[in-house]
């Protein structure tokens, strides 16, 4: 089946670091690409879309400035949280479709992002 | 908004069929059901999804109501390995095609 490879998978930096996540899907053409972030024993909660070649869009209360989100290919998309703090840590989930249809997400493995 | 209610938590005896339901009443005629799972710290994985018809692939079955407005995910013979929790999503049919989650199934099978 399709799969969406993220890296790094774990990450742990200080306050103030600006940290980048970057999620590929390795065989096949991802036009869409989302980004989630999973609180413990909570569901996903959708940041942004993006589409490749355009600018991302955001869920209402994500900031754009803090979360930086680029997706340049079709077959990668990246993450920047930026300035990151204690209260950025979570768990970064990103996913790919492609423009057929009814085609499903599929997920990365997700990033564990650890602000000290 | 995800568009679907589960029930928050079900166990199921290993070997027997888990049966997991699904509410999207507010569905439209367009949208498709989709079928995830979460185990501990992975993202999630793709099961199954559906329009009205039911499907069958490896892993699962769907049942969709004749009226769509609800669905059941049936895993034929639960394993330990399906622990897991369960979500039913109904995609948001727009430019974008997100998936919103809702709070999803905890699946706990019992040896």
């Known amino acids: 089946g399709a799969v969406v490879s993220q890296h790094p998978s774990r990450v742990i930096c200080k306050s103030g670091t600006s940290v980048k996540i970057e999620c590929r899907s390795l065989d096949f053409q991802a036009t869409t690409m989302f980004w989630y972030r999973q609180f413990p024993k909570k569901s996903l909660m959708l940041m942004a879309t993006?589409?490749?070649?355009?600018?991302?869009?955001?869920e209402q209360g994500v900031e754009k400035d803090k979360f930086l989100i680029n997706h340049a290919s079709l077959t990668l998309s990246t993450l920047t949280v930026t300035s990151a703090h204690p209260e950025d840590s979570s768990f970064y989930i990103c996913?790919?479709?492609?423009?057929?249809?009814?085609?499903?997400?599929?997920f990365g493995d997700g990033t564990r992002l650890s602000i000290l | 908004d995800a568009k679907t209610t589960q029930p928050p938590s079900m166990d199921c005896a290993e070997g027997r069929a888990a049966n997991l339901p699904c509410n999207h009443s507010t569905i439209s005629g367009n949208e498709y059901v989709y079928w995830y799972r979460q185990i501990h710290s992975q993202g999630p994985q793709y099961i199954i999804h559906g329009l009205k018809n039911n499907e069958t692939n490896e892993m699962a079955s769907l049942i969709i109501t004749e009226d769509r407005k609800s669905s059941t995910l049936i895993l034929p013979h639960a394993t330990l390995r399906d622990t897991a929790v369960y979500y039913c999503i109904v995609r948001v049919q727009n430019t974008g095609n997100q998936f919103y989650f809702g709070t999803g199934t905890s699946l706990t099978v019992i040896p």
């Open positions: 996913s790919a479709r492609g423009s057929v249809g009814n085609q499903p997400q599929h």
């Open positions: 993006s589409n490749e070649g355009s600018k991302a869009t955001y």
